[in-house]
């Protein structure tokens, strides 16, 4: 069974463009356009990765997103790769192993991001 991957962004466009990458990749893709539909997508399919935006209905919805998947209890382990433009927009640098106290996600990758990269980071960080 494929693993899902839930993206969570507001760029229709993009989006579209992860899921042709991810379903070449051997991934079901499903996705929401804001948090609050991420977060009940989350808990209603369960899936086994998640494509984070920062910036969609406010410039830092997808920190409260990602804060909110770590308290819950039910699913706190699920992998978030966060996937946005912050830094090209504020010039703040990301790191996890860094501000993995800010920033509870388990990798980070600037927009736009190469095809390949973001299969290869998905990968990495999908449970097995």
Same mark, same amino acid.
Do not use: C, W
């Given at each position: 069974m494929a693993k899902k991957v839930l993206i969570i962004d507001d760029d229709f466009d993009l989006v579209?463009?992860?899921?042709?990458?991810?379903?070449?990749?051997?991934?079901?893709?499903?996705?929401?356009?804001?948090?609050?539909?991420?977060?009940?997508m989350i808990r209603s399919e369960s899936p086994d990765l998640i494509i984070l935006d920062v910036m969609m209905s406010s410039m830092d919805e997808g920190f409260h997103v990602a804060y909110k998947i770590r308290?819950?209890?039910?699913?706190?382990?699920?992998?978030?790769?966060?996937?946005?433009?912050?830094?090209?927009?504020?010039? *703040?640098? *990301?790191?996890?192993?860094?501000?993995?106290?800010f920033l509870p996600v388990d990798a980070f990758l600037e927009k736009p991001v190469n095809p390949k990269k973001l299969?290869?980071?998905?990968?990495?960080n999908i449970k097995v």
């Amino acid at each position: 069974m494929a693993k899902k991957v839930l993206i969570i962004d507001d760029d229709f466009d993009l989006v579209e463009a992860m899921r042709i990458t991810l379903e070449a990749a051997g991934y079901d893709v499903i996705d929401a356009q804001d948090g609050e539909k991420g977060l009940e997508m989350i808990r209603s399919e369960s899936p086994d990765l998640i494509i984070l935006d920062v910036m969609m209905s406010s410039m830092d919805e997808g920190f409260h997103v990602a804060y909110k998947i770590r308290e819950d209890a039910d699913i706190k382990d699920t992998p978030i790769v966060m996937l946005t433009a912050v830094g090209n927009q504020t010039g *703040f640098q *990301f790191d996890p192993g860094k501000d993995a106290d800010f920033l509870p996600v388990d990798a980070f990758l600037e927009k736009p991001v190469n095809p390949k990269k973001l299969v290869d980071v998905v990968h990495q960080n999908i449970k097995v």
